[in-house]
């Protein structure tokens, strides 16, 4: 099993990135101890994130324009597998809002049980508080991917995840916006691979209520559900 003390460099981090030059560094410093391949995607930040991430030791790749975090994630899935070495890619918000130690939880879990994708769910356990608004339109999001993919997911928008080489060689993501995490549940539902959730935490910090972040992405989690 894999722990936080063990440096995994079978496992790429995937961090989409987008004006988070204040936390980055510190997302980034916490991750590199347990998975030292780490790969930022700015995707196209005014702010200087990019730098940031680069002084802190991550990889780099840089969108010119901002073309929304579907499209970072798929930048950043296959700059992961352009090593032959990669076994897993974990996808991990750039905000401060995921835990390590969840991320290497998932990761030991898809080797112990032999799955392909490991979904992180703030909502197995009572440990994340969202807040109700957050958690009524999470909770329609959870009913509408439920209905529209094969996979049954209590948390369908956690962006935690841990996707296994042989699953990640599937995804294509189109999407752009919030709805590129429909996208991907679909396409991992369609690949037909063994999957699993896991209870995570998801830390809702100062400056994430600060930037507006958790209000924000449900109304546009529910603007995508609408118009998709």
């Known amino acids: 099993m894999i722990t936080p003390a063990t440096p995994d460099t079978r496992t790429w981090v995937v961090v989409p990135l987008y004006n988070e030059a204040s936390v980055i560094t510190d997302v980034i410093h916490g991750l590199l101890p347990s998975f030292p391949n780490v790969v930022c995607i700015d995707d196209g ?8 991430a680069r002084a802190a030791g991550a990889h780099l790749v ?10 970072a994630l798929q930048t950043g899935i296959e700059y992961a597998l352009s090593d032959p070495a990669c076994e897993f890619i974990v996808t ?4 401060g809002q995921h835990r390590v130690v969840d991320a290497t939880g998932m990761v030991a879990t898809a080797r112990d049980e ?6 992180g769910s703030r909502f197995l356990d009572d440990r994340t508080k969202p807040g109700w608004i957050k958690r009524v339109i999470l909770k329609t999001a959870v009913w509408v991917t439920n209905l529209t993919t094969s996979v049954k997911l209590t948390d369908a928008h956690n962006g935690l995840r841990v ?3 042989d699953a990640a060689e599937r995804i294509h993501l189109k999407q752009d916006r919030m709805a590129h995490a429909t996208e991907i549940v679909l396409q991992l539902g369609d690949t037909g691979l063994p999957w699993t959730e896991y209870p995570v935490e998801l830390l809702y910090t100062d400056y994430s209520k600060a930037k507006g972040q958790s209000v924000l992405n449900s109304v546009n989690i529910l603007v995508d559900l609408i118009v998709r």
């Open 62 to 71: 840089e969108h010119p324009i901002n073309l929304g975090q579907g499209a």
């Open 92 to 95: 991990f918000d750039a905000d």
């Open 114 to 119: 032999d799955v392909a994708i490991v979904f």
């Open 163 to 165: 996707i296994r080489r």
């Open 45 to 52: 930040s005014t702010d200087g994130s990019a730098a940031a």
